[in-house]
């Protein structure tokens, strides 16, 4: 066989990817993803231990804001991520939350009003509640398969760890400073998450992008050093080929959801009728069907007629209804003849 007739066999560089054994590398890169987590709990618990020693007057709906800013931010930052993620990518995002998040923690410590203590809390929340939901995908799209449940589970540690370092924190501000709660401990317990934020910052712009990401935007060369990086070599043609997979899955995976909603029941309207136990129109007009369990929810003495034997439905398969019109069975009761005779004129 010539040289002509031999084919290279292509990588798919992904599927590699996800059989990896993760280095200490891939746990480093987890940790520095998940700062944000860190700072997502330590700003959901530091107002608790700050708020007593707030020397500006607030009450009602100023002073609940206060409390549930960073929560309220949290919630739109969340939404808002996805469609920048998909757009910017990951990385890029995740560094734009550890600036933001700086700048607020910043704010909070060095505010001179009550507004401005206000605005702050809502840029943190808006910064953590990006950066949780950012980085949950970030390392989802890296991760080896096998460990990929025990690498996203460090985003909700780091949450829990940032809750018990607020108290400490605190705690130990105010056993350091007691006679300064009112002036400036208050501050430090807010400011204290502007540390690590710049260090995260810092080190995040050495992160690689996202893999998965880099392909879906044909970027294949950023895709290859970000492989790298993992510790995989790969050439353009492999990630090239890749990224031709990667687009038959994705149409794949399209065709299947829109199938789910037409196939099988009618879509949603029969999903929603066979959940409330409502048989489909085809089901109710399917020949032979056995409704047994509704005749015997009916008294025999008010059933419109008996159950058809199975060889004794082609007449009414060929459509001849001669006995009903003409009233057949002349024993029956007078009502169901009646009855028998009504259905005969319908069916004409």
Not at 18 to 38: H, N
Not at 245 to 251: K, R
Not at 314 to 342: C, K, T
């Amino acid at each position: 066989m010539g040289m002509s007739g031999i084919q290279t066999r292509r990588r798919n560089v992904l599927a590699e990817l996800d059989q990896r054994v993760p280095t200490s590398f891939y746990w480093m890169l987890t940790l520095l993803a998940t700062v944000g987590g860190f700072l997502f709990g330590y700003d959901t618990a530091n107002i608790g231990s700050a708020l007593p020693f707030v020397p500006y007057a607030l009450n009602g709906f100023a002073l609940g804001y206060l409390v549930a800013g960073a929560s309220l931010g949290a919630a739109a930052g969340a939404l808002l991520a996805g469609p920048l993620a998909d757009r910017f990518g990951r990385k890029s995002l995740l560094v734009t939350t550890a600036l933001i998040y700086a700048i607020g923690a910043i704010l909070s410590a060095v505010t001179p009003n009550a507004a401005v203590l206000l605005a702050a809390r809502t840029l943190i929340g808006l910064a953590i509640g990006a950066d949780s939901a950012i980085a949950t995908a970030y390392i989802a799209e890296y991760a080896p398969r096998n460990r990929r449940g025990a690498l996203s589970m460090l985003q909700q540690w780091m949450i829990t760890v940032g809750i018990v370092a607020a108290f400490l924190v605190a705690l130990l501000i105010l056993w350091l400073l007691p006679h300064s709660a009112s002036t400036l401990d208050w501050r430090l317990i807010l400011g204290v998450g502007a540390i690590p934020a710049p260090i995260g910052l810092a080190l995040r712009t050495r992160m690689p992008e996202s893999p998965r990401w880099l392909l879906r935007h044909e970027r294949y060369e950023q895709t290859q050093m970000a492989m790298g990086k993992l510790g995989m070599q790969a050439s353009l043609e492999d990630i090239r080929y890749t990224a031709r997979e990667l687009q038959a899955a994705d149409l794949r995976g399209e065709r299947t959801r829109r199938r789910s909603w037409t196939r099988g029941s009618g879509g949603l309207g029969g999903q929603l009728r066979a959940h409330r136990g409502v048989p489909d129109l085809a089901d109710r007009h399917r020949p032979g069907l056995d409704h047994d369990l509704l005749r015997g929810l009916v008294p025999a003495r008010h059933r419109l007629h008996q159950p058809v034997p199975a060889g004794d439905q082609e007449p009414l398969r060929r459509g001849d209804h001669r006995d009903l019109r003409e009233g057949g069975g002349r024993d029956r009761p007078e009502h169901l003849r009646a009855a028998d005779q009504g259905l005969g004129h319908g069916l004409r």
